[in-house]
Nanobody
Framework: QVQLVESGGGLVQAGGSLRLSCAAS????????MGWFRQAPGRGRELVAT????????SYADSVKGRFTISRDNAKNTVYLQMNSLKPEDTAAYYC???????????WGQGTQVTVSS
């Protein structure tokens, strides 16, 4: 088991920045690939970014590419999502999730709200 706790959400004006953090406890953090998802009211869950176990490879949704950066610090058991040039359409609840190799995302945090005002 791994427990995930997100932080860093809030209200920001369009064009601003936020950094989300997701702290993990329990099983060895470095054995989990991690992802950030988001869900806006009335919309489905969207995969925003992923990062491999070592952090050597990342991927992004087209909607955030060039603006968001996912990273991880295995020594601190934490994954981050740096969000720059935020837009109102980025408004959503953001969730971090973890998966072991060969499995789906089975471990989820409680979410943190990001609201971008125009």
């Amino acid at each position: 088991q791994v427990q995930l706790v997100e932080s860093g959400g809030g209200l920001v004006q369009a064009g601003g920045s936020l950094r989300l953090s997701c702290a993990a406890s329990g099983r060895t953090f470095s054995s989990f690939a991690m992802g950030w998802f988001r869900q806006a009211p009335g919309r489905g869950r969207e995969l925003v970014a992923t990062i491999t176990l070592s952090g050597g490879s990342t991927s992004y949704a087209d909607s955030v590419k060039g603006r968001f950066t996912i990273s991880r610090d295995n020594a601190k058991n934490t994954v981050y999502l740096q969000m720059n040039s935020l837009k109102p359409e980025d408004t959503a609840a953001y969730y971090c999730a973890g998966r072991v190799e060969g499995a789906g995302y089975n471990y989820w945090g409680q979410g943190t709200q990001v609201t971008v005002s125009s």
